[in-house]
Structure formats: structure tokens, C-alpha cells
């Protein structure tokens, strides 16, 4: 017999999608919004998950979104944020410092959460 049998009409089992960053708006922002490429800085606290303590903060930190100078978890949590705009990102470890962590702070394997504020951004 055929190792897959699907019955016709029965529906393709689709593939994980994988790890996804989870985006909770606490405050809307005004203007334009953050697109791939824009220039941007932001205010941010960086918390452990698993234990809530806060591991660093930056006040005015820049980066291009989608231009690979911040983990991926970062780059997907400011898409769409506009000025003034506060969000929580919680990002799974796949999406954050990985199997390796980031020196004595985040250990290997850790989901993060940060609390961003977008100061500014350049188009």
C-alpha cells in the first residue's frame, strides 16, 4: 500500500509555521508606521521570560529594520510600530540569542521580552 493515502478532497496538512514573535500593542503611537528599511530608534527594557528580570535597557537605540544589525526577534517586534507607540514583544529563544545566549546574562536557549518605545523613524 502507498505510504500516503490522503483521501481525495481531504485537506493538505500544512508544515509548522515555526517560532513567531508575540506583539502586544500597550499604547498607539501616530504617523507613519514602521516599514522594512526605515532607519529607527527606540527606547527599550530587555526581561528574561522564564524569571522577569531585566537583563539591559538602551534609551535612543538604532537600528535599519530587516538589515540583520539586531536579533530577528527585534527587526519582526518593531514592524508596523509608529512614534510614540509603546509595545511588549515576547520573542522565543529561536528568534532571539539562540542555542548560544548572550554573555553571563541570557543564558542559552532563553525566550525574552522587551517593552519598546519608538522615538523616532527614518523613512
Given at each position: 500500500?502507498?505510504?500516503?493515502?490522503?483521501?481525495?478532497?481531504?485537506?493538505?496538512?500544512?508544515?509548522?509555521?515555526?517560532?513567531?514573535?508575540?506583539?502586544?500593542?500597550?499604547?498607539?503611537?501616530?504617523?507613519?508606521?514602521?516599514?522594512?528599511?526605515?532607519?529607527?530608534?527606540?527606547?527599550?527594557?530587555?526581561?528574561?521570560?522564564?524569571?522577569?528580570g531585566k537583563v539591559e535597557g538602551a534609551?535612543?537605540?538604532?537600528?535599519?529594520?530587516?538589515?540583520?544589525?539586531?536579533?530577528?526577534?527585534?527587526?519582526?517586534?518593531?514592524?508596523?510600530?509608529?512614534?510614540?507607540?509603546?509595545?511588549?514583544?515576547?520573542?522565543?529563544?529561536?528568534?532571539?540569542?539562540?542555542?548560544?545566549?548572550?554573555?553571563?546574562?541570557?543564558?542559552?536557549?532563553?525566550?525574552?521580552?522587551?517593552?519598546?518605545?519608538?522615538?523616532?523613524?527614518?523613512?
Amino acid at each position: 500500500p502507498p505510504e500516503n493515502f490522503w483521501t481525495a478532497g481531504e485537506p493538505i496538512p500544512q508544515t509548522a509555521a515555526g517560532p513567531a514573535v508575540a506583539i502586544e500593542d500597550t499604547k498607539e503611537g501616530k504617523g507613519a508606521a514602521v516599514e522594512k528599511g526605515d532607519e529607527v530608534f527606540i527606547d527599550y527594557e530587555l526581561f528574561l521570560k522564564e524569571t522577569g528580570g531585566k537583563v539591559e535597557g538602551a534609551k535612543r537605540f538604532g537600528f535599519v529594520q530587516g538589515g540583520g544589525e539586531v536579533i530577528k526577534g527585534m527587526d519582526a517586534g518593531v514592524l508596523g510600530l509608529k512614534v510614540g507607540g509603546k509595545r511588549t514583544v515576547n520573542v522565543p529563544w529561536q528568534l532571539g540569542y539562540g542555542n548560544r545566549g548572550s554573555g553571563p546574562d541570557v543564558p542559552p536557549c532563553s525566550d525574552l521580552t522587551f517593552k519598546i518605545t519608538l522615538v523616532d523613524i527614518k523613512k
